[in-house]
C-alpha cells in the first residue's frame, strides 16, 4: 500500500481542522418587526404632537389661557365603514367639507384638528396604548424645561429653603437665604421630589371619546354621525 493510500494519522487529522469562525448573530425577525412598529409608532405621535397639538398650546398661553381642549379627528372618521372609494353614483367620497363639532359633552372651548394619511386612521389610534403613549410624550415635550435645567453657577453648595414658608414663588429659589437654623438641604430624601411638585406643571390628559360629528356632503346635506376622537385636554397649572 502506497504512501498517498494510507489514512492520515489523529495528529494529522487534528491539523487540518479549519477553526470555527465567530459568526454575528442574526437578529430574530420577529424582534425587527416589534422594533420597527416601536420607531414607527413613536415617530407617527412626535409628528402628531409637534404639528397638531404644541402650536395650538402654545397659542392659547400667549393669549393668556391655561387651558387647551384638542379634538383630533381620524382621516378615516367620515368614512362610513364597509364604504368604497366612489359611490354607486360614481362620485369620490372624500368628504373634504368642513367638520364640525355641534356640541361638546362637558361644554369646553374644543379646537377641532382634521388629521390626515393613511398614518391617522382610527385603526392605529384605537390600538392599545397608543394613546397614552401620545399623552406621555406629550408632557415630557411641554415639561421638558422645567425637567432639565440647567444647573445654576452660583448654586453649586446643596440649596436650602426656609421651613417657615410653605409657599414660594418660581424663582424663590435664587434668593439668598442666609439663616442656618430655618434652613435644610434639598439632597435630603424626598425634599426634591416635593420641589419638584411645588414646581409649575403641565397636566396632560389624553382619551379615545365619542364625539357627535357633522359635515356637509356633496349634495349640499348636512351628515351627522358618531365617531371615536382623540380628545386631548392640556391645563398649565401652577
Not at 132 to 142: D, K
Not at 174 to 184: A, C, E, L
Not at 204 to 228: D, I, K, P, W
Request: proline share 7%; with cysteine.
Amino acid at each position: 500500500m502506497s504512501k498517498d493510500t494510507l489514512l492520515p494519522s489523529y495528529e494529522e487529522s487534528i491539523g487540518n481542522i479549519v477553526p470555527e469562525q465567530d459568526f454575528p448573530v442574526e437578529t430574530p425577525k420577529g424582534q425587527k418587526i416589534l422594533d420597527q412598529l416601536t420607531v414607527t409608532r413613536t415617530q407617527q405621535i412626535l409628528s402628531v404632537i409637534e404639528e397638531s397639538i404644541y402650536p395650538r398650546v402654545e397659542h392659547q398661553a400667549v393669549c393668556g389661557i391655561a387651558k387647551t381642549t384638542v379634538a383630533l379627528i381620524p382621516s378615516d372618521a367620515m368614512v362610513s365603514q364597509g364604504e368604497d372609494t366612489k359611490s354607486e353614483f360614481g362620485f369620490e367620497n372624500n368628504q373634504t367639507g368642513r367638520i364640525e363639532l355641534p356640541s361638546f359633552p362637558s361644554g369646553e372651548d374644543v379646537q377641532r384638528v382634521q388629521l390626515e394619511g393613511p398614518m391617522n386612521r382610527l385603526e392605529f389610534w384605537k390600538q392599545q396604548g397608543i394613546v397614552r403613549e401620545l399623552e406621555r410624550l406629550l408632557h415630557q415635550r411641554l415639561n421638558v424645561s422645567s425637567q432639565h435645567q440647567p444647573p445654576d453657577p452660583q448654586l453649586k453648595a446643596p440649596e436650602t429653603r426656609p421651613l417657615k414658608h410653605s409657599k414660594r414663588g418660581f424663582f424663590s429659589r435664587r434668593s439668598n437665604n442666609s439663616s442656618p437654623q430655618t434652613t435644610q438641604p434639598l439632597d435630603r430624601p424626598g425634599v426634591v421630589a416635593e420641589e419638584n411638585e411645588a414646581q409649575a406643571q403641565v397636566h396632560v390628559h389624553a382619551n379615545l371619546e365619542e364625539l357627535c360629528l357633522r359635515t356637509m356632503s356633496q349634495f349640499g346635506l348636512y351628515e351627522t354621525m358618531t365617531r371615536q376622537c382623540i380628545v386631548v385636554r392640556v391645563n398649565a397649572r401652577y
